[in-house]
Structure formats: C-alpha cells, structure tokens
C-alpha cells in the first residue's frame, strides 16, 4: 500500500517528465507553475540522460529503430527475448511523451535526415517504412521536430484497410485490422494533426480507425464478442507498441479534448477495466514488463504500484467521470476538461 497522504502526494514527488502532467493534469495548476516543471525535463532526469546519450550524428544506440549493434539472428531476437529499445525511434517517441521541448534537439531532424536509414531497404528515415507502427511514430516525431513527414500521412491513407484499421503484417498479405497497429497508427495521426493540422481526408481516415476499435469496445472481437486476448487488460509502462485498455482510453481522451466532443458511450466497459483494477489505496500496480535492452529504467518492477500506470489511470478516470457529470448538468464542459483541452493530444 503507499502510505502517503493523498495518491496525489506520492505522484508529484517524482521525475520532472512526469510531475508536470500531474502538476497540470490532476491539480490543476497554473500554467506557469507545471510549464516551469516541463522545462525541467531537459536538464534533470530522465529527459537530461537520454539527451545527453544522442550521438554525433542525431541517432541514439546508433540505429534507427534498432541499435548498429542488434544481431537480426542472435540471441536477442529469438522469441520472448524483446527487441531493445534504445534506438533512435523509442528515444525520441519517449522524450515527445514526457514533454521535451524540441527546441533541446534543434538540428535532430536534420541531422537524421542526412545519416538515419530504416533497417528496411536502407530507407530514408523521415521516408517512413513499410511498417504501419514505425511510420506512426515517425509521423509524430518528425510533425514535433518540424520536419516534412506528409509523405508519410498521405501513406496511412494509401494503406488503410477496409475494416477501418491498420495492421503491420499488411506486407505479408494480412488484410485484417490489428488493435494494435491501428492505435500506434491514431496516436501518430492525432499528433500530426495537433501539430500541422492536417486536412480532412487525414481526419476522416483517424474517425474510420476509431470507429473500428469503437465498435468492439475497444476490447472484443467482433466476430465471437470474446475479450480479444489477455495483453488488452494487462498495463504495464511504458507502453511501447502494446495495446491495452488503458494505452486505448488514454487516446480516446486525447482526441476528445482535441476535438471539443463528448466521449462516446462505448467507452465505457474500457473505462470499468481501468477501474477495476485500481487498488484500495488508489494506484494502480505495475502487471508487466515489455523485455528487452533499455537505457534505463523509468518505472518499477512488475508487481509494484506504479507511478506512471497510477497517473494514467487517475486521469482516464477524471476525464471520463467529469465528462459524464456534465453532460447530466447539461454543461458542455468542465473547468478541468477545458483545462486539459488546450494542451491535448501529447504523446
């Protein structure tokens, strides 16, 4: 049990990538006083150490989504050993996630522009790859590092499959939406969109998509109504390219927010997961970890409450009961949801 005075306590004494979202997100407070935090993240934490492990040429780990060092056919690519995320990708997706003002990577783009190739054909990296998750996160860190990345946007319209979704294995011959690459595929689409913003047919393709996940609840298949695996209940941070109810909550807020509309009501059995599963003294508990090389480690073991998990869940959840309670005042919007709006769709 955390045995502190308020969950809210015990989350604000963290590192500064996540102490501003709390500052802002759950207390409320003033801009100035959770803007002063974020700008922390460059020089203290975690922030400050992966900045200061890029190399020379833009990358980290010295490869694009995989470090120059990963054997394709040793031992940590065999099955269940976990992929390493240390490359340049998973770094810069986890320094746009806690909030880095990319004004700390000026010349990144460029950079990696000049010296970064996909493992994939030796593509060139703001090109995007054949890979609908990889190109999702690179359509979110190039729109936040400024670079040209519509090529990749207009390739999500290009690749979006009849059910609405998108799945990685479509190179292989699948035709069938995953949950997961369809929700890497969202989140990357919603953040170029806050960032550029986008045009219609883009917005209309990121409505289909999250239609898709909508009509199964964001957690059933459509075809039999069974849960469609164990991992959509499972939560664990980070949540690198995993789907769960909670990394699938934490994007239908986002674009929510973005939007100015109402959640929708189908929501709502994703939304009773994430309850469920917070304990009695409000956290919720680390249940996994995603295997594999990291730079280092941003939250506690599997078994433990997590500060991060609990932060998520605390937020789903305010988003959710505050957008409900006001529709049944007949108000469009609480102080809180108007709050949080005008700095949606992070990732």
């Not at 120059?68 to 050993?81: L, M, S």
């Not at 997706?93 to 010296?115: C, H, M, Q, Y």
């Not at 730079?295 to 609990?310: A, N, R």
Request: charged share 25%; net charge negative.
């Amino acid at each position: 049990m955390v045995e502190v005075a308020s969950v809210t306590d015990w989350l604000i004494d963290s590192d500064p990538a996540l102490r501003w979202q709390v500052e802002r997100d759950l207390l409320g407070a003033p801009e100035e006083v959770w803007a002063a935090t974020r700008r922390r993240v460059a020089s203290e934490g975690f922030g400050a150490r992966l900045l200061a492990l890029q190399d020379q040429d833009g990358q980290w780990a010295g490869g694009s989504f995989f470090p120059a060092d990963f054997d394709f056919h040793g031992p940590e690519a065999a099955d269940g050993a976990g992929q390493p995320w240390t490359a340049t990708t998973w770094t810069l997706n986890s320094l746009r996630e806690w909030g880095l003002d990319p004004s700390f990577l000026a010349g990144t783009a460029e950079k990696l522009d000049a010296n970064s190739r996909w493992d994939y054909n030796g593509l060139p990296y703001w090109g995007g790859e054949v890979d609908c998750c990889i190109n999702a996160y690179t359509l979110a860190n190039g729109a936040w590092l400024g670079a040209d990345v519509s090529s990749i946007a207009q390739w999500f319209l290009d690749h979006q499959m009849d059910e609405g979704g998108w799945n990685c294995e479509w190179v292989e011959g699948s035709r069938r939406s995953s949950f997961h690459s369809t929700l890497n595929a969202l989140k990357g689409i919603l953040s170029f969109e806050a960032a550029t913003g986008g045009n219609a047919d883009l917005s209309e393709a990121r409505r289909g998509a999250e239609e898709y996940l909508l009509r199964r609840r964001l957690l059933h298949r459509q075809t039999t109504g069974e849960l469609v695996a164990p991992w959509v209940t499972t939560f664990a941070y980070p949540f690198r390219w995993k789907y769960s109810a909670l990394n699938a909550v934490d994007y239908f807020r986002a674009a929510s927010l973005y939007s100015g509309a109402a959640p929708d009501p189908r929501v709502e059995e994703a939304i009773n997961v994430i309850r469920s599963a917070r304990r009695e003294d409000g956290t919720w508990l680390q249940e996994a970890r995603h295997p594999g090389r990291v730079w280092f480690e941003v939250d506690v073991q599997p078994g433990e409450p997590s500060k991060w998990l609990t932060f998520y869940g605390t937020r789903a959840l305010a988003w959710w009961d505050e957008a409900r309670e006001a529709a049944q005042a007949g108000s469009p919007a609480t102080a809180a949801s108007a709050r949080e709006g005008s700095a949606s769709a992070e990732f």
